[in-house]
């Protein structure tokens, strides 16, 4: 059963010369462009919180550099120190 719009539409593409094609992609036709957001979506959400992990990872590893290297310092000075009088 065709409604009053669609025939009125129809009857206006057909006036105009507009050649009419009756959609028949269905409900896959959307499939691709959503799968495609999704994934887009996923690997955001992976790579946000692989660079969050990353970055505290780092952070405390150089903590920890950071903290040798203020040791080494500290006995460096010390022994130069002794060493010199």
Request: hydrophobic content about 55%; glycine content about 6%.
């Amino acid at each position: 059963m065709v409604t009053t719009f669609e025939a009125t539409t129809m009857a206006v593409y057909l006036s105009l010369n507009v050649e009419v094609i009756d959609d028949q992609r269905g409900t896959g036709f959307l499939a691709i462009p959503l799968l495609s957001l999704a994934w887009l979506l996923v690997i955001g959400w992976w790579y946000q919180t692989f660079t969050t992990r990353l970055q505290s990872r780092l952070d405390d590893w150089l903590a920890t550099w950071r903290l040798r290297l203020v040791l080494v310092s500290i006995s460096w000075r010390a022994l130069a120190w002794g060493l010199t009088g």
